[in-house]
Structure formats: C-alpha cells, structure tokens
C-alpha cells in the first residue's frame, strides 16, 4: 500500500449533539449524516470493526451490496483505478475480489481514512492510494479498468426530477468520460437513480465503433439508490441498453 501527501492530516470531525451519546461518539456523523449512520451496515458491514467516516463520506460512498456488484465484473489481477475513491467503499471490493486497485482522491483525509476501512478488511496491501487530481493524473495512468463514482454534487441531486451528465462535478460526464478512454475502454461508472438515461449512449458513441454497453440499476432493498454504466467489452457482460428512463424510475 501506498500514498503520497498523506502526513499531517486533521481528524474528521468529531460528531455532535442531537444523537445519542453511543451514536455521538462515532466519527463524521452530524444531523445531516444521522440517516445514513443507520445505514451504517449497508455501507460497510464491517462497520463496528473500525470503519472511519467524514460527513461527505456518509453521503457519497457506496453501498457495499453495490460496490461488491461492481467489483464482480473484474477478473483476479485486473489493475483497477477508482478515480475518486473517497472513503474507499468500492476500492475495498476490488481488492477483495484479487485485483490491484490505484485509488485516487484529491482530498488527503479521505484517503487516509480509506486507508484505515482497507485495514480494516485486510485488503490494504492491495491498494496503491494517490492524493491527486484525477484529471491531472489521467495522461500518467494506465489500467485495465477504470471505476468512476464522481461527484454527484451532495445529496441534493434527489431535489433534481432528471439528472443530466452535465451536473457532474467538477467537470461534465462527456468530458470525463473522454479523459477515461484514453486510459481504458473498459468503464464502470456509477451514476445517480435520476440520470438522464437518454444521454447515456451518447458516452459509447465517442468511440468509433461504439463502445458495449451495459445499464444497470441498483436496487438495495427495493429501492433505486442508483445506476452503474458498464462499458467495454471487459466489463459489459451481458450488454443490454434502456435509454428509457421510465424503465428504471
Ligand atoms: P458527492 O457529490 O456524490 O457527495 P463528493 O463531493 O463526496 O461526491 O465527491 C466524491 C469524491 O471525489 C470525494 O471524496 C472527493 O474528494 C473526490 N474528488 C472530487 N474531485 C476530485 C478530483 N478532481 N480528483 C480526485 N478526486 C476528486
């Protein structure tokens, strides 16, 4: 395992009043993040083992049904990069599936407290963690799959009734997509329930020919927590495409 400018962190922040004292003292965890705390085992069922969390974390990590789903569809010793790792929920299911993951997050105290949850599972010796800017690093990186969970903008992407691949942060699905090519044609992309699923396609049709590609919704129990875009012919097994986005919502 390894990281670059991972010193002199600060802790997350310490959690507050209107919870119990028991569920206070739990790291990352405010009003805000208190729904997902109880989801906790949803998100890392090796939450009581040591798992540390910030307030973005809780929102954006996830669900570990999911990032195993996910993780199902790489082969023993695929190089894996997770583009924006976060507090490490999907980089954690690579590496236990048995492939090298490079995992990247611009800010320094997710990736350390990625680095704990890896511990925490026993996968750390199989995760590279890289301090950086995805877009920067980009032109340097090589892999055989590429896993994009970028920024969807906080949890008030669910006040938006579609959700367009311009929303994505901190730069258009399009253009992230077209910096992920050059790396890999092989892209797994986890995107919010409400997507445009219109727009989807468009993504395959960058290449020449068009890309596989397969849409998955992701149910966990019963509900729609979000949708992962399977490109290439590496990870998209069973290509299938709705563009309806009546399918899925
Ligand atoms: P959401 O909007 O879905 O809640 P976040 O804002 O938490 O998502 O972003 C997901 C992760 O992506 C965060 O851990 C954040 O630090 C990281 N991130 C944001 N921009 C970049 C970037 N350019 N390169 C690498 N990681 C990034």
Same mark, same amino acid.
């Given at each position: 395992?390894?990281?670059?400018?991972?010193?002199? %962190?600060?802790?997350?922040?310490? +959690?507050?009043?209107? !919870?119990?004292?028991?569920?206070?003292?739990?790291?990352?965890?405010?009003? !805000?993040?208190?729904?997902?705390?109880?989801?906790?085992?949803?998100?890392?069922?090796?939450?009581?083992?040591?798992?540390?969390?910030?307030?973005?974390?809780?929102?954006?990590?996830? &669900?570990?049904?999911?990032?195993?789903?996910? +993780?199902?569809?790489?082969?023993?010793?695929?190089?894996?990069?997770?583009?924006?790792?976060?507090?490490?929920?999907?980089?954690?299911?690579?590496?236990?599936?048995?492939?090298?993951?490079?995992?990247?997050?611009?800010?320094?105290?997710?990736?350390?407290?990625?680095?704990?949850?890896?511990?925490?599972?026993?996968?750390?010796?199989?995760?590279?963690?890289?301090?950086?800017?995805?877009?920067?690093?980009?032109?340097? %990186?090589?892999?055989?799959?590429?896993? %994009?969970?970028?920024?969807?903008?906080?949890?008030?992407?669910?006040?938006?009734?579609?959700?367009? !691949?311009?929303?994505?942060?901190?730069?258009? =699905?399009?253009?992230?997509?077209?910096?992920?090519?050059?790396?890999? &044609?092989?892209?797994?992309?986890?995107?919010?329930?409400?997507?445009?699923?219109?727009?989807?396609?468009? %993504?395959?049709?960058?290449?020449?020919? &068009?890309?596989? !590609?397969?849409?998955?919704?992701?149910?966990?129990?019963?509900?729609?927590? =979000?949708?992962?875009?399977?490109?290439?012919?590496?990870?998209?097994?069973?290509?299938?495409?709705?563009?309806? +986005?009546?399918?899925?919502?």
């Amino acid at each position: 395992m390894t990281t670059s400018e991972t010193s002199n %962190l600060s802790r997350p922040q310490r +959690a507050n009043k209107g !919870l119990r004292k028991s569920e206070g003292s739990k790291e990352g965890i405010s009003p !805000l993040t208190k729904k997902y705390w109880h989801q906790r085992y949803r998100l890392f069922s090796k939450y009581d083992q040591g798992i540390q969390m910030d307030e973005e974390g809780w929102f954006s990590v996830t &669900p570990e049904e999911t990032a195993i789903k996910h +993780a199902q569809r790489c082969s023993d010793h695929d190089l894996v990069i997770d583009s924006f790792s976060g507090v490490g929920g999907n980089a954690i299911q690579f590496a236990a599936k048995g492939c090298h993951v490079i995992a990247i997050d611009i800010d320094p105290v997710k990736v350390e407290l990625a680095m704990n949850n890896a511990k925490v599972y026993g996968v750390e010796e199989y995760i590279d963690f890289i301090v950086g800017d995805f877009f920067a690093l980009a032109p340097s %990186l090589k892999g055989d799959i590429v896993f %994009l969970s970028p920024p969807w903008g906080g949890p008030s992407y669910k006040d938006i009734q579609t959700f367009t !691949l311009e929303l994505l942060k901190p730069i258009d =699905g399009y253009t992230l997509f077209q910096v992920t090519q050059a790396i890999t &044609p092989n892209i797994i992309m986890f995107l919010p329930r409400n997507i445009n699923l219109k727009q989807v396609p468009e %993504l395959s049709w960058l290449s020449s020919p &068009p890309l596989e !590609l397969e849409v998955e919704p992701n149910y966990i129990q019963n509900h729609l927590k =979000g949708v992962t875009l399977y490109f290439g012919s590496t990870v998209a097994a069973s290509p299938r495409c709705s563009t309806d +986005a009546d399918d899925l919502v």
